[in-house]
């Protein structure tokens, strides 16, 4: 059937850009909240040196759970900390209780409110399951529009992905309540809310807390997925060490989840019903805590002396003195870190993120003409949407122009000649790339805008292909990074192989796992290194088992951008 397509996704667009814009100024205040309650947390539970609150974690997990969990909390605590993960389990643990009181402090409301009312449980229901359905990654798009770059999307993403058990457990629980006893307390004349939170409530309480302890458990698991958009701790660790292919420093940043989720998870579970409280009343343990908590909180807010890092209306205070990054294995991170360094940007931070996040946080800032800084390559269909405009780099921190060269496996030219050829001869402008890019951001598919820039360049692709055998079915294997020149160039070559005879399938991966699968022969080729610079690194540590054929195109450019309208020119103008 040849049907139109419903513009479904094209609407969902405008309905977020609507919502962008008319309720920015809430936005703006969620933002602001959530930063301030996350940096409490965090500047609570770093207070004082690691051994403090170790020993804190494992008194309570102790009292609730008994003495073998203890020891155990006391040596895996410890073993983080010797790691050197004690920062980023900080950041994680703050990000996950404040995931999880929001989850409480709405979610349970909302399950009794369903619990009480058929027609809100026959509404939210539906709501729930498509949250628990829809992948966590889709929830971070609209995040980073409305909330920006960093951890605040990250943890209403994992609010709206955690919070479903918490609604559900709750209506559950008080659904479960005996009705004999429903029926003793109306006879006794109770009010609503006497009945709620004198007979529900307490009957429902175990299956409530199970519904929180799963919320938490959920949130836990999004914070590798919460570093996509910028959110600190491990999480950024596990996705560094991923884009790195760095096996070591994954499991020891993973081990340290599993510790985390191992503790949260005995802790929320015996928390009604503690080990020991037969020694000491629950009421006593909890009140010394909150009092203990309370008083630091005290303590710090009357030490704490902010200062500004420079005056009103500078280019550091507009920005927050922030830098907006993109994949944390991708070279040019590695440049900009050097460049903070170089240059004596000591108040800035470089924050890790993702290409999309980048750009999504781009485009905010230019549609309000607000100033941000990001780190930004040419080409890039970025440069004919915006106006934008590189630092001038005096230290040449980020290198001369670079090129993209294609590399294969060992091995290719012998099982596949005509394709080597094509691969070999594959080469392009930066105009060329530039028009695929801006086909696909004005909505055409990757594979659409290869092939219209195929079908309108013929002479162009007649000298690739010229003189390459045809192929016969035979499989070969394409990867490639989710950076928008790479989609560009690897649908473009994939596109004529596949004209070509061959049956191309094209995978997505980091820049580490891209390099790796070339070596190992378990892809065949590529035609997305960044060479001399961005990924020297990677070229280095296995150029010994690929084939480099050399660029496919010159003259590429890194550094950091800025749009036009700001009145900066140079990289020491940050200082």
């Not at 934008?388 to 000649?417: H, M, S």
Request: net charge negative; charged share 15%.
């Amino acid at each position: 059937m040849n049907m139109q397509k419903i513009p479904l996704g094209a609407w969902i667009d405008s309905l977020v850009d609507w919502i962008t814009v008319t309720f920015a100024g809430l936005f703006s205040l969620i933002t602001n909240t959530i930063d301030g309650l996350l940096n409490i947390l965090v500047d609570l539970l770093s207070a004082g040196p690691p051994i403090v609150l170790i020993l804190i974690l494992t008194l309570l997990v102790t009292y609730t759970s008994r003495w073998p969990l203890g020891i155990f909390t006391l040596i895996s605590l410890l073993l983080i900390d010797n790691l050197g993960y004690w920062d980023s389990s900080i950041q994680t643990l703050a990000i996950v209780i404040l995931s999880g009181l929001l989850t409480i402090v709405i979610g349970i409301p909302i399950g009794i409110w369903c619990a009480q009312r058929k027609t809100v449980r026959n509404i939210v229901m539906p709501i729930l399951d498509f949250m628990q359905t829809m992948p966590a990654f889709v929830y971070l798009i609209p995040s980073i529009l409305f909330f920006g770059i960093g951890v605040v999307p990250g943890i209403i993403a994992s609010f709206i992905f955690a919070i479903a058990p918490t609604i559900r457990m709750t209506n559950l629980g008080i659904q479960e309540v005996p009705k004999d006893l429903i029926e003793a307390s109306n006879a006794f004349g109770s009010s609503n809310s006497q009945k709620l939170f004198k007979v529900q409530l307490p009957l429902a309480t175990p299956t409530i807390m199970a519904g929180v302890n799963q919320s938490i458990m959920l949130a836990l698991s999004m914070v590798v997925t919460a570093s996509l958009v910028g959110a600190p701790g491990l999480g950024a660790d596990v996705y560094r060490a991923v884009s790195q292919i760095n096996v070591g420093q994954g499991f020891e940043a993973g081990l340290s989840i599993v510790i985390i989720a191992i503790i949260l998870d005995r802790l929320t579970q015996n928390l009604r019903n503690p080990a020991y409280k037969h020694l000491i009343r629950p009421k006593i343990v909890f009140s010394a805590l909150a009092v203990l908590v309370i008083g630091a909180a005290l303590v710090l807010s009357l030490a704490k002396n902010e200062t500004a890092t420079g005056p009103a209306g500078d280019v550091g205070s507009e920005t927050g003195y922030q830098i907006i990054g993109i994949e944390p294995g991708a070279g040019i991170m590695t440049q900009a870190r050097n460049a903070v360094k170089d240059y004596g940007l000591d108040d800035w931070k470089l924050t890790e993120g993702s290409s999309a996040a980048m750009v999504a946080e781009l485009k905010k800032a230019y549609d309000q003409k607000e100033p941000i800084i990001i780190t930004g390559w040419s080409p890039h269909w970025m440069f004919s949407s915006f106006d934008l405009k590189y630092l001038e780099d005096p230290n040449q921190t980020f290198g001369g122009a670079e090129d993209i060269n294609t590399i294969v496996r060992k091995g290719l030219q012998q099982d596949a000649p005509g394709a080597y050829q094509i691969l070999d001869q594959f080469a392009w402008e930066t105009s060329d790339m530039e028009e695929v890019m801006v086909q696909i951001e004005e909505g055409a598919s990757a594979e659409e805008a290869a092939q219209k820039w195929i079908a309108d360049h013929p002479d162009v692709v007649a000298k690739w292909t010229e003189g390459a055998q045809k192929g016969s079915g035979q499989s070969i294997s394409l990867v490639y990074v989710a950076w928008d020149t790479e989609i560009a160039s690897t649908n473009v070559i994939g596109q004529v192989l596949e004209q070509n005879g061959y049956k191309v399938k094209l995978s997505q991966v980091e820049v580490g796992p891209m390099f790796a699968s070339i070596a190992n022969g378990s892809a065949d080729a590529m035609v997305a290194a960044w060479l001399p610079s961005t990924h020297l690194e990677y070229y280095n540590t296995y150029k010994k088992d690929i084939v480099d054929l050399g660029p496919n195109l010159q003259g590429t450019k890194n550094g950091l951008v800025v749009p036009a309208y700001m009145d900066i020119d140079s990289i020491e103008d940050l200082r």
